[in-house]
């Protein structure tokens, strides 16, 4: 039983999390490039917002406008370079859930986790 499998399907597409079948090296690798290539690819999109705030804006209303776009992908910014620098405890903490203590071994808790992993899709 994985935990929050779908999240992390998710975090698989947008470049944060490798996924747990690639195992060789060479597949990591790949990943890792994939993963620098969608970082520089966000950052420079806030980068342009940035610059299209400061060079071409005329009017309070496109202000806030292009603003609230730039605030968005910076908040986005900051939240992907801390997951990828929280990796490995994420892995550490996904691994103590899965095992004995916090593991669902009877019937009831096995039925609680599969309810609220129906309410996470």
């Not at 999390?17 to 690639?22: E, G, H, K």
């Not at 060079?55 to 605030?71: G, I, K, P, Q, R």
């Not at 899965?98 to 996470?120: G, L």
Request: hydrophobic content about 45%; proline content about 3%; some cysteine.
């Amino acid at each position: 039983m994985n935990v929050l499998t779908f999240t992390f399907k998710i975090l698989t597409i947008c470049g944060c999390w490798p996924p747990y079948s690639w195992t060789t090296r060479r597949k990591r690798i790949i990943y890792d490039v994939y993963t620098v290539l969608i970082v520089l690819l966000i950052n420079t999109f806030t980068l342009s917002q940035l610059m299209d705030l400061i060079l071409t804006v005329d009017n309070a209303d496109d202000f806030s406008e292009n603003f609230y776009v730039m605030l968005a992908m910076f908040v986005s910014c900051c939240k992907m370079f801390s997951l990828l620098r929280n990796r490995n405890n994420i892995t550490m903490l996904i691994d103590i859930l899965m095992k004995k203590p916090c593991r669902p071994t009877e019937h009831d808790e096995i039925e609680i986790r599969q309810k609220f992993d129906k309410i996470v899709l």
